[in-house]
């Protein structure tokens, strides 16, 4: 009896037919002037659908409708080479609507399309070329379009897990045939076996899930060693904050110490005023009054000696009135005598003087003729010698002059040689101070370098500066890559030898900060981040990460015994050891780089055993370059060598199998830059000490000079008086000489 009842219960639920059909079902189908239909609608049940019809009739291009709507290209359809050959004959334009239930727990976006939606295809034909062009359109229950996106479809047959060109989904007549009924080799049923059960792209899929796993693993081991890298760091912070805050107490217990110790001297202060105060009541008072009575004792005798003062005073008025009238009395008395003695003086002296006329004048007028001859030589005579003298005194001013000139022009001879020396002093000061300022910015820079450099904690891509950054920022946005970047190269580089750093940066300098992407994506999306950090133009090699390792043919290694450079560059990743050496191959070519060494079949030890060793092509024809270890090198070129030394000792290798060593050699040189510094240093002060000398001897020697044309001045002004009174002499001469020959010629008249 049960058993009649199950068997009813599942006939009756065979016989059951659904209303809604499942998301992705068939519902409607209608096409326009495709292939044969000119407009033709087919519903589908929610069940199984048999389509019937004879030959020619269009079942089959009902197929290739849906096909061409579920995103099927014309040649996967079999029956053309492209869309406009699915257009009906004579017409332009042709519409397929593939109508597919939205329900269920598989509906796809149900909020914005409803139970069912509807891909649109409309083929279009246009131009002289007849080239037919595609649109689509996905429409909602109420046939409004939603999205006329070709991913947006692509997206539902993905959700829908609808694949019109999977050759079991849609079976076309000729595959069905070919198949069934022709003799298919077994490689393509194997194909379509696999491509219908889509193994192939889930076998790939499951390689690129293990690739991801894989960088998934990498990335976590990265994350896992950053994590105990940091979580040392935290430790570290941790016991730095508990110093810090015991430094934080003992330095409010000291603040409390100082106050209390500034409290206790002013408590002291005030204890001392105190006992002053008490001392100013106790004893003040009488003080005041001892000081008070010798300030009285002092205005009494101050008194007295006044009253002294102002007697001694009247009387000496008194006795200098009496005194001023003596002498007035006295100077009338005088001046009488004076006057009666002048007038009896004046008389006598009358008297005198005429008696004497008379005699004189008859003494004179005898005398006159004797002594005229005798005057006149003598006054000649004294003119001359005057006019001499004048003469002689001014040669001896000329002379005096002449030499005050002289060393004039000789101290202003040393002014200007001193004020020469003096700019040129003080160029080589200021020569010496930009050599100074220089030092102190080379010495600020590697302070500055240093400091990072051991902030780096070991990092060797503190070496690399802004490209050191940069690879920080890139392990941080590992997913925004297909494949994670490589770079900068020198930072995976390490050498066996460190005596060839300087040689690795010769070679590999120029290409030790470069990157290298998989593809051209990751090479756009490494600029942006560059941008970012306002690095400019990184140098990006975008080069395949799958191509296999290069091999060095025989022909173009180095000869027996000798060693290229390549054998001592390491790569510290093993995963990245290919990429690398592959590129730096392309790159410089430092597989045909020989390193000068002693034990070479010639020794290289010498710069002339270099060149000949290159110039004769012993190391092999494919070696270009010979470098040492000091990075002095010589390379081939045509049929010439070339010899460049590249390093002094201020550029700093970042080639080097430590990072230690770049950090000690950085130190040494920051303390020759200090060296350096402090020498200039020395060097300005000597200097500006001499520049100060010679400023000092200049003043002296522009005063003397102006000393000795202010006594070629007066010696000037001299001559100058001198000639005056030379020309009043001879003038006084001539006029003599005129009034002699008067004289005469009066005298020889009156004769």
């Not at 592959?582 to 045909?592: F, G, T, V």
């Amino acid at each position: 009896m049960q058993e009649q009842l199950e068997k009813e219960e599942q006939v009756q639920e065979l016989m059951s037919v659904r209303r809604q059909g499942f998301a992705g079902q068939l519902k409607h189908v209608q096409v326009q002037n495709f292939m044969c239909h000119h407009n033709f609608a087919m519903e589908f049940g929610t069940h199984v659908n048999f389509v019937s019809g004879s030959n020619g009739s269009g079942k089959s291009a009902v197929l290739q409708a849906m096909q061409c709507a579920l995103g099927a290209t014309a040649r996967k359809t079999g029956r053309a080479q492209n869309m406009k050959e699915l257009v009906r004959s004579g017409c332009n334009t042709a519409k397929v609507q593939v109508t597919l239930w939205n329900t269920g727990e598989d509906a796809y976006r149900h909020e914005a399309y409803g139970d069912w939606l509807t891909i649109e295809r409309t083929i279009k034909i246009i131009g002289a070329q007849k080239t037919a062009t595609s649109t689509w359109r996905l429409l909602n229950q109420q046939e409004s379009p939603v999205s006329r996106s070709k991913k947006d479809l692509d997206d539902m047959l993905d959700h829908l897990s609808i694949d019109a060109t999977n050759p079991l989904a849609v079976m076309t007549q000729d595959v069905s045939r070919d198949f069934l009924c022709g003799a298919v080799a077994d490689k393509n049923k194997y194909e379509l076996f696999m491509e219908a059960t889509m193994l192939d792209s889930m076998q790939q899929s499951l390689v690129q899930c293990q690739t991801l796993v894989e960088k998934m693993g990498a990335s976590m081991r990265d994350i896992t060693a950053t994590h105990t890298a940091r979580r040392g760091k935290v430790k570290e912070l941790q016991d730095k904050l508990q110093k810090l805050e015991s430094a934080a107490d003992l330095a409010a217990m000291r603040s409390t110490l100082e106050r209390a110790t500034l409290w206790a001297a002013v408590e002291e202060r005030t204890r001392k005023l105190e006992v002053v105060r008490q001392n100013l009541e106790v004893r003040g008072p009488r003080q005041l009054q001892e000081v008070q009575g010798i300030v009285d004792d002092v205005g009494r005798q101050l008194n007295i000696l006044r009253e002294q003062e102002e007697g001694l005073a009247g009387h000496q008025r008194a006795l200098q009135s009496t005194n001023e009238s003596f002498a007035t009395e006295q100077r009338e008395l005088a001046d009488a005598h004076k006057r009666a003695r002048l007038e009896h003086k004046q008389k006598h002296k009358v008297f005198k003087n005429l008696e004497q006329q008379l005699q004189g004048l008859q003494e004179q007028l005898k005398s006159i003729i004797e002594s005229k001859k005798e005057f006149g030589d003598d006054r000649q005579r004294d003119f001359v010698e005057q006019l001499q003298r004048h003469q002689g005194q001014a040669a001896q001013v000329k002379a005096a002059m002449g030499k005050a000139e002289a060393e004039h022009q000789q101290l202003e001879a040393q002014v200007t040689q001193l004020q020469t020396s003096k700019a040129a002093k003080e160029q080589e000061v200021r020569n010496l101070t930009g050599r100074q300022q220089s030092a102190q910015g080379i010495i600020q820079n590697l302070q500055g370098q240093l400091q990072q450099w051991r902030q780096a904690n070991g990092q060797k891509l503190a070496l690399f500066g802004l490209h050191g950054q940069l690879r920080n920022l890139v392990d941080r946005n590992k997913r925004a890559f297909d494949e994670v970047p490589i770079g900068p190269i020198g930072a995976h580089l390490t050498l066996s030898n460190t005596m060839w750093e300087n040689a690795a940066d010769v070679v590999l300098g120029g290409y030790l900060e470069s990157w290298i992407c998989h593809t051209e994506r990751d090479r756009e999306t490494l600029r942006k981040l560059a941008a970012g950090l306002r690095l400019r133009g990184p140098h990006i090699i975008v080069s395949s990460f799958c191509r296999p390792a290069y091999t060095v043919p025989p022909h173009k290694k180095p000869a027996a015994g000798y060693q290229s450079l390549r054998e001592f560059v390491q790569v510290e990743h093993p995963q990245h050891a290919r990429i690398i050496d592959n590129k730096l191959m392309d790159l410089s070519h430092y597989e045909a780089v020989v390193l000068a060494t002693d034990t070479a079949p010639v020794a290289l030890a010498t710069d002339d055993a270099c060149f000949h060793v290159l110039w004769q092509g012993l190391p092999g024809p494919a070696v270009s370059m010979i470098v040492a270890a000091t990075g002095k090198s010589w390379s081939k070129r045509n049929a010439a060598v070339l010899v460049r030394n590249y390093f002094g000792d201020s550029r700093r290798p970042r080639v080097s199998a430590s990072f230690e060593s770049a950090v000690a050699t950085c130190e040494q040189e920051l303390l020759k830059a200090q060296a350096a510094y402090h020498t200039i240093q020395q060097q300005v002060i000597a200097a500006t000490i001499e520049l100060q000398n010679l400023q000092q001897q200049a003043e002296r020697v522009l005063q003397a000079s102006r000393c000795a044309l202010g006594e070629a001045k007066r010696a000037q002004n001299t001559l100058r008086q001198l000639q005056v009174c030379c020309v009043h002499v001879c003038v006084s001469l001539g006029c003599w000489l005129l009034s002699t020959a008067e004289q005469q010629a009066a005298l020889g008249h009156s004769g």
